[in-house]
T-cell receptor
């Protein structure tokens, strides 16, 4: 199973872009990269996912390197409500389950 | 409201007891997933059901069991409870094989005393 490595914590000023990196150097060709976030003790919230192309939705953008060994989640204009733990996950090949790591705790400050 | 309903929201029970947690998936979703989140640990995958059948299993204890009913709601049964079972239990659902991400419920907070 491909593992992911994320920094344990990051800070970001409100209104600035938050760039959250993720390393997944052992990812296989048919494995997707997913991003979720968890605000306090709420249920995790799906943000975005991708295979090899960059993706954008109303919440964020996902940039995947050409070799697919790393990716970056971009929150273009961070707000205080974006303070959360962000999880980068590689979907286990051949199964549906998502394995959550320890994530990055993003603190957005005024 | 995510569309995934978990009941009860809070549960306090004694060691050795048995409890049942319930999850109603989002309308139209066929897959249900159960996760456990302890205070000092991340989200641990327990088990997945797809259209009534077990699809994948994680580190689920033998004291725990789950099932998905014909109306697609799911129940997680926890028996012979121990203090260490105190945790948040999340249910998630997806339309099919999870290709479009899961939708999580707000969780059940279980406290074993």
């Amino acid at each position: 199973d491909a593992k992911t490595t994320q920094p344990p914590s990051m800070d970001c000023a409100e209104g600035r872009a938050a760039n959250l990196p993720c390393n997944h150097s052992t990812i296989s060709g048919n494995e997707y990269v997913y991003w979720y976030r968890q605000i306090h003790s709420q249920g995790p919230q799906y943000i975005i996912h991708g295979l090899k192309n960059n993706e954008t939705n109303e919440m964020a953008s996902l940039i995947i390197t050409e070799d697919r060994k790393s990716s970056t989640l971009i929150l273009p204009h961070a707000t205080l409500r974006d303070t959360a733990v962000y999880y980068c996950i590689v979907r286990v090949r051949g199964t549906d389950k998502l394995i959550f790591g320890t994530g990055t705790r993003l603190q957005v400050f005024p | 409201d995510s569309g995934v309903t978990q009941t009860p929201k809070h549960l306090i029970t004694a060691t050795g007891q048995r409890v049942t947690l319930r999850c109603s998936p989002r309308s139209g979703d066929l897959s249900v997933y159960w996760y456990q989140q302890s205070l000092d640990q991340g989200l641990q995958f327990l088990i997945q059901y797809y259209n009534g059948e077990e699809r994948a299993k994680g580190n689920i204890l033998e004291r725990f069991s789950a099932q998905q009913f014909p109306d697609l709601h799911s129940e997680l049964n926890l028996s012979s409870l121990e203090l260490g079972d105190s945790a948040l239990y999340f249910c998630a659902s997806s339309p099919d094989r999870g290709n479009y991400g899961y939708t999580f419920g707000s969780g059940t907070r279980l406290t074993v005393v």
